[in-house]
């Protein structure tokens, strides 16, 4: 009558011994006690229907074993108005211990604690009737009603004890475990006190009639078999529900499998559930004890469950290890640390993907078949389940991997449905055109966006769906701006849900660099042709001879030609100097103490000898250490931009010393930089404003040729400007101070 108990615990041992040293002191004192015998068939019979019942159980299951009942306390209403105390227990011990056979898988601490828990309840039982009762009243009420008392203090008794034991081996509070089986255990005692009752009475009416009882006990207790089957049926299903809602209820495997195993423990009547599953990722497993979580979703390498899998994929077939098993797996209950064990394989196709495992059934002896057979199909359901979460786990990744894709290109991404509107609009468009996902989805692109074609006709509806990769179209940004894309749109593949992905690549850098190659050609062809044309002009007036010239017209010819070779001469060895970076990097410096102030004022001097205002504001003694090839050429190409740019303004020219080193600024009044543009005036044969209508002219070199050399000799260049309030170039140079070594000359 009690399933779980743990033989290995010491003081559940004492427990059972020390009951059965009472059961023998009972059992002595009965035997003589027998001076009488009387009613020997019907202590007989009665004692081998008190046995037959208490063989014949009803189980059902809680959380800490297995609770029994059976209809033996209706047997006992006329065993005590037969009998006396003495035969009472020598034929309850006598009973008990006969129908041991029938329960031999049980173990001998079982058996003992069976016969001896019975022994003691029906001494007790018998003390409380023979103290209670009237001799010689027959069934009167008085002793209906002490034959009431004895049967409950029986049924307290045995119950009693039987929680003792469930309680020392499971290691919980007795309470506990009392108050998990008392509500069947009433209902039980209340049908056996009527049945017992009505035997009682018939017994007294007629000994002939103890012959019909086999009948009714055998009605009540399939009549009851029914209705907890029935209960328990209908439990099982609600467990079933509960596994499935489990698995369907949680995006997240380990939470789904968790609550799928706590279902299946009930569902298998079990002490524990397990899972082991082979992932892409390793080999996993998850269990559960009663409410409690053994495992979730943890690394598997070694150890029983492995064994355990080991042995379900060999035979593709559930595992059964039973409570008398003696084969090779007896090992790996042993290893659990249980008494029996059920695994069911995970079955894949024709793969073993894992295994289910339930031990230490609850409410039965052991596993059999249809165990098996129902863990096969909570298996099925799991493989189901599984296989729908890699399936999205792959989906999910397949997202997240064109989620990167589509944030991280530099390409800009959009998708258009049938009707051209744009459903999704990745950042590259955003740094592209300006405007956020949030203010374009949901509206179609040409709509949103001013897509016009190199003759300036704007793009209408799906036209832009159509047009050739080669082309290139110019767009207006959100803060005003134009920018050149190309356009690479491709229909998407989904016949039910047309629409097109449309690749945006923005090709403003080379529609510039395009511009840039023709406005140098155009600049340098206007450079070359200038200075030739008064150099050929001046040697046509040359060469009529000395002697038909002026002298002062001889000498101002020579100074059109020197004056127009130096100009050439500057123009190439700048193209040179430019050529050479590209090809080689930046310019080798050889570094040395320079007079920043001396070379300032030399190229002043040279380029500004005509302005109307220069305004020098140097700090003297602040020499710098750097090449002074490179120091001449950055002032003369900055002064030389200054005096462009300011006819008839002042420029200033600033010397002064600052914690990082010696700063120069030449600064002109002139019309000043846009904001747009001021990060292009250091790109290499860039000159703002069209090459055919801007006032200055120029290969666009010179600020390139600034800002490498610059780099080349540890500093740094950086303007300062803004529309129609003129610009200021900053040089930042290392000072000799900080560079030239202690004791060191210049």
Same mark, same amino acid.
């Given at each position: 009558?009690? @399933? ?5 615990? &010491?003081?559940?041992?004492?427990? !059972? ?37 208490? $063989? ?68 007790? #039982?018998?003390?409380?009737? #023979? %103290? ?32 003792? %034991? ?7 509070? &007795? ?84 609550? &799928? ?30 409410? $409690? ?26 595992? !059964? ?38 031990? @230490? ?5 052991? &596993? ?38 589509? +944030? ?28 956020? %996902? ?27 769906? $159509? ?11 959100? +803060? ?25 690549? +923005? ?30 002009? #001046? ?26 070779? @130096? ?13 050479? !970076? ?12 320079? @007079? ?50 300011? +006819? ?99």
């Amino acid at each position: 009558m009690v @399933d779980g108990t743990s033989p290995k615990a &010491f003081s559940l041992h004492a427990y !059972i011994a020390m009951l059965a040293v009472v059961m023998v002191a009972l059992v002595v004192y009965a035997v003589q006690d027998l001076e009488n015998i009387h009613s020997i068939p019907e202590w007989i019979f009665l004692s081998a229907l008190f046995g037959v019942t208490e $063989s014949a159980l009803l189980f059902f299951h809680h959380e800490r074993g297995r609770q029994s009942l059976s209809a033996s306390e209706a047997i006992l209403f006329p065993m005590l108005f037969a009998l006396s105390p003495a035969q009472l227990v020598l034929g309850v011990a006598a009973a008990m211990i006969a129908a041991r056979p029938l329960q031999w898988r049980e173990g001998l601490s079982r058996s003992v604690f069976n016969v001896s828990q019975c022994v003691v309840a029906i001494a007790a #039982s018998a003390s409380v009737f #023979s %103290a209670l009762s009237e001799e010689g009243a027959g069934f009167s009420v008085r002793n209906a009603l002490a034959a009431a008392l004895s049967v409950v203090s029986y049924a307290v008794v045995n119950h009693t004890l039987v929680t003792g %034991a469930i309680a020392l081996s499971e290691r919980v509070s &007795f309470l506990g475990v009392l108050k998990g089986v008392a509500n069947a255990t009433l209902w039980n005692l209340a049908l056996s006190l009527s049945l017992g009752l009505f035997f009682a009475g018939a017994y007294t009416a007629g000994h002939w009639s103890v012959v019909m009882f086999p009948v009714a006990v055998a009605a009540t207790f399939l009549g009851y078999r029914a209705l907890l089957s029935q209960s328990h049926e209908r439990e099982r299903v609600e467990h079933l529900h509960a596994a499935s809602r489990a698995l369907a209820a949680s995006p997240s495997l380990d939470q789904a499998l968790i609550g &799928f195993l706590k279902a299946t423990r009930e569902i298998a009547s079990t002490r524990d559930a397990r899972a082991v599953i082979e992932t892409p990722k390793g080999r996993v497993w998850s269990g559960v004890r009663g409410s $409690s979580i053994l495992a979730d979703m943890t690394p598997l390498t070694e150890g029983p469950m492995v064994e355990i899998l080991r042995a379900v994929r060999e035979s593709g077939a559930p595992l !059964i290890v039973g409570l008398d098993d003696t084969g090779p797996h007896k090992k790996l209950v042993e290893a659990l640390d249980v008494r029996s064990l059920i695994a069911a394989p995970l079955m894949e196709g024709e793969k073993v993907m894992g295994c289910l495992v339930a031990t @230490d059934r609850l409410g039965a002896e052991g &596993f059999g078949p249809s165990e098996a057979k129902l863990l096969e199909a909570l298996g099925d359901e799991l493989v189901v389940t599984l296989d729908s979460h890699r399936l999205f786990a792959e989906v999910s990744e397949e997202r997240e991997r064109f989620r990167k894709i589509f +944030d991280a290109s530099k390409e800009g991404i959009c998708l258009l449905d049938g009707e051209g509107v744009v459903r999704a609009w990745n950042p590259s468009l955003v740094r592209i055109t300006g405007f956020t %996902a949030e203010e374009i989805l949901g509206t179609t692109l040409t709509g949103s966006l001013a897509v016009r074609d190199r003759e300036h006709r704007p793009l209408q509806g799906l036209e832009l769906v $159509s047009v050739s990769p080669e082309e290139e179209f110019e767009i207006d940004t959100r +803060d005003g701006q134009s920018r050149w894309i190309s356009l690479l749109c491709s229909p998407t593949l989904s016949a039910e849900d047309k629409g097109w992905v449309v690749l945006v690549r +923005d090709v403003t850098a080379e529609h510039l660099v395009e511009e840039s190659k023709s406005d140098f050609l155009s600049t340098i062809s206007h450079e070359l042709r200038t200075p030739l044309t008064t150099i050929k002009g #001046s040697m046509q007036i040359l060469k009529r001879g000395p002697e038909n010239l002026k002298s002062e017209t001889v000498t101002q010819m020579m100074g059109v030609l020197s004056r127009g070779t @130096d100009r050439l001469e500057r123009l190439v060895l700048n193209l040179l100097f430019v050529s050479q !970076i590209e090809t080689d990097g930046l310019p080798k410096v050889i570094p040395e103490a320079i @007079d920043l102030e001396g070379i300032v004022r030399d190229r002043v001097a040279l380029f500004l000898k005509d302005h109307e205002t220069v305004n020098l504001e140097i700090e003297e003694g602040l020499p710098v250490w750097g090449d002074r090839e490179r120091v001449t050429q950055v002032v003369e190409h900055l002064v030389e931009n200054a005096q462009k740019f300011s +006819d008839f303004t002042p420029i200033t020219v600033r010397i002064r010393s600052t914690p990082e080193g010696v700063e120069l600024m030449v600064k002109d009044e002139g019309p000043g930089i846009p904001k747009v543009d001021q990060e292009r005036v250091f790109e290499r044969f860039v000159r703002l404003g069209h090459v055919l209508t801007r006032e200055t002219q120029g290969p666009g070199v010179g600020l390139f040729i600034v800002e490498k050399s610059v780099e080349a000799m540890g500093g740094k260049v950086w303007l300062e400007s803004a529309p129609g309030a003129g610009c200021a170039f900053h040089v930042l140079l290392p000072a000799v101070k900080s560079q030239v070594p202690a004791g060191a000359g210049s």
